[in-house]
């Protein structure tokens, strides 16, 4: 995820942001790379969930 503006694990908020739109909006773009395999939950467990590209 570089050069998109941040470091760290994508999450849906920091996507929201990314994309300036709105939350539920980042987590509907979320679950629709999901579902065309393009991206994945991250394992890690915790407060909110982070995504990752898929390989």
Not at 15 to 31: E, F, G, V, Y
Not at 32 to 43: F, Q, T, Y
Request: proline share 2%; with cysteine.
């Amino acid at each position: 995820m570089e050069g998109l503006g941040f470091d760290g694990k994508l999450t849906s908020s920091k996507w929201a942001a990314i994309a300036k739109c709105s939350p539920d909006t980042a987590l509907r773009d979320a679950n629709d790379l999901i579902a065309r395999g393009l991206m994945r939950k991250s394992e890690s467990g915790g407060r909110s969930t982070n995504y990752e590209l898929t390989t």
